[in-house]
């Protein structure tokens, strides 16, 4: 078994990971963020394959809440500045090994959980720091389709990406 067929749960950070880390706020100072619709696909999709999603963000805005409820994200800890005890409650509550997790993470409080899983990914414009402890550096940066690389990973070493994607062709698929 290869590492990344091991996985079966990531947690995927939220700035800097599925936005490209802008915030952009209204006249009325509501934050606005803005999601890769390819991101979405993918954490729908990886559910399906028996690959458990989680986010785990220090930031909390009703648009991330948004986005998670559209997403289906059932396990979704928003506003989080101990990411390490958030992912150990996590994994706990899953019945999850730490090595059975991935994280995807592009900052330093995101040390707190990448040293501790069976494997860690970071955007291609990730802090140096991070990169220096991720186990896999992706092609993607920011916002830019980084959960979809990581799924794609993760289900070709499961199965061809054509019988993964499957399901997402589907009508259904998009309730």
Known sequence: M????????????????????????????????????????????????????AVITAKDSLPLRKRMQDLNVEHFYPGCHNKAEAFADLTSNLGIAREDAAYVGDDVIDLQVMPHVGLSFCPEDAHVLVKR?????????????????VADLLLASRMTLEEAYELAQKPEFEK
């Open 2 to 53: 290869d590492q990344f067929s091991a996985i079966k749960l990531v947690v995927f950070d939220v700035d800097g990971v599925l936005t490209d880390g802008r915030l952009l706020y209204t006249s009325e100072g509501e934050t606005i963020k803005s999601f890769n619709v390819k991101d979405g696909v993918a954490m729908k999709l990886l559910p399906k394959w028996g690959v458990k999603v």
């Open 133 to 149: 402890h991720c186990s896999f550096a992706l092609t993607k940066g920011a916002g830019q389709g980084v959960a979809r690389e």
